[in-house]
């Protein structure tokens, strides 16, 4: 065994050669007691998971076979101090259990809870030999915080992994630059218009009108909730480098609620083309770019 | 005498200017330093008068950065040109241009913007009141 213990609050696997042949043996022995009595101690855990109502979105079954196996991944890092096989089923573990809508509570009160359970049978077992006792526990303790935190790390960061996925999503659908006709881009905006986003949606919205070859763009916030004055500032800003590529924007959409807010805060919007609405905004652009739309039945039919 | 001829040379490189009708068309094909800038504006200037040109368009299409000296210099040749009676057009900024420079502060208000120089053309013909066939084909 290469694992050893000292006082101190450093990993079991950090080598003391001083350490007596006694305590090297203490981790095997600790780990012994644990695999005779897993029936037991399991039972007794899965009873606390229960009792504490946690992990209420799995059933008993579910919870009892990934109880087993976190038990024995459990033992496995006390006997060989190696914790990247608890890191990567861990990581598995919370890749299955996150989609189904497990908190981070939950999670870290279950690995609390075997660690608990565990020491309560260390307790009951050495409770006669006080400094025999007190030499497992130092041998345990760390051990086993190392494992809480391992699991907790690892379903944080799988979660915020997730996170980061669907913000890409997000970000990825939210932004459709869309030619309605020729030369005339709308550009529905639906969501916050924080910071990065506004400045991904203006580039998007440049390199879209050199595409498109685009003279007017109607953009229809129809779809954001609330404009503050750092929105509003990057409307105006993607008015204006718009500008300076030779297209017009014309902004629709604006409730009445955000037309309060813009005046209130003061924010210059003279030089914005406003129209009510996404279809009047619309017809603008048409106006702007010379096209007239017709309906056919009305009588005066062509043949172009 | 030499350098100035070969900076001259260099000048004519980096810049033409083009007569096309009443308009002239002025095209910056390489990034200009400040002296550059004002030798261009001067030139324009001069050439605006000489050709009583009713139009101007300034193709910046390959430029990758208009700092804030450039964008005040096309923009003191457009009040210029104004007096000389012409409107100024700038057309071609690039999307990542048009971006650094709103972000720099810099918006040329006063001056108007185009695509390309098509567009451009179209733009000045709207705004000289010269109709004809081109305008006609500008959003057919």
Request: glycine fraction near 6%; include cysteine; aromatic fraction near 4%.
């Amino acid at each position: 065994m290469e694992h050893s213990e000292d006082r101190s609050q450093h990993s079991p696997s950090s080598e003391d050669p001083e350490t007596s042949i006694e305590h090297d043996q203490l981790l095997p022995e600790l780990v012994a007691h644990l695999r005779d009595s897993r029936t037991e101690l399991r039972q007794e855990w899965a009873n606390r998971i229960t009792e504490a109502s946690l992990l209420s979105s799995m059933t008993p079954q579910e919870v009892f076979s990934e109880a087993t196996t976190v038990y024995d991944n459990y033992v496995g890092v006390l006997e060989t101090g190696s914790v990247e096989a608890l890191q990567k089923y861990a990581q598995d573990l919370s890749e299955r259990i996150i989609p189904r809508g497990v908190e981070t509570h939950e999670v870290l009160g279950i690995v609390l809870f075997l660690r608990d359970v565990l020491a309560r049978s260390l307790f009951e077992k050495y409770h006669k030999d006080f400094s025999l006792l007190n030499r497992i526990l130092d041998a345990y303790e760390p051990a086993a915080n190392r494992i809480a935190n391992t699991v907790a790390v690892s379903f944080v960061q799988e979660r915020e992994r997730v996170i980061r996925q669907q913000q890409d999503a997000i970000r990825e659908l939210s932004t459709p630059v869309l030619q309605v006709r020729e030369r005339l881009l709308i550009l529905p905006i639906i969501g916050v218009l924080d910071t990065q986003r506004a400045q991904q949606l203006t580039q998007q919205l440049l390199s879209a009108i050199r595409r498109h070859r685009a003279k007017v763009v109607v953009v229809d916030i129809t779809g954001v909730a609330d404009v503050d004055v750092a929105a509003a500032t990057h409307l105006v800003q993607t008015v204006d480098a718009s500008r300076l590529m030779g297209a017009g924007i014309i902004i629709t959409g604006l409730s009445s609620e955000i037309a309060q807010t813009l005046v209130h805060i003061g924010v210059d919007l003279s030089k914005m083309n406003t129209v009510g609405d996404l279809q009047g905004g619309i017809e603008e652009a048409e106006r702007l770019l010379g096209f007239a739309v017709r309906r056919v039945a009305d009588g005066d039919r062509q043949p172009d | 005498m030499a350098t100035v001829n070969q900076t001259e040379q260099a000048h004519q490189i980096s810049v033409s200017i083009l007569r096309q009708g009443a308009y002239l068309i002025a095209s910056i094909h390489a990034a200009l330093d400040d002296e550059e800038l004002g030798r261009f504006q001067r030139d324009l200037i001069r050439q605006i008068t000489k050709s009583r040109s009713r139009g101007v368009i300034i193709d910046v299409g390959a430029l990758d950065v208009l700092d804030s000296f450039g964008s005040c210099t096309l923009r003191n040749l457009a009040l210029m040109a104004r007096l000389q009676g012409a409107v100024t057009v700038i057309v071609g900024i690039q999307p990542d241009v048009a971006f650094a420079m709103v972000h720099l502060g810099i918006h040329l208000e006063d001056v108007h913007t185009a695509l390309g120089l098509e567009e451009g053309l179209a733009r000045l013909d709207e705004l000289t009141g010269a109709g004809g066939a081109r305008s006609a084909r500008g959003s057919a």
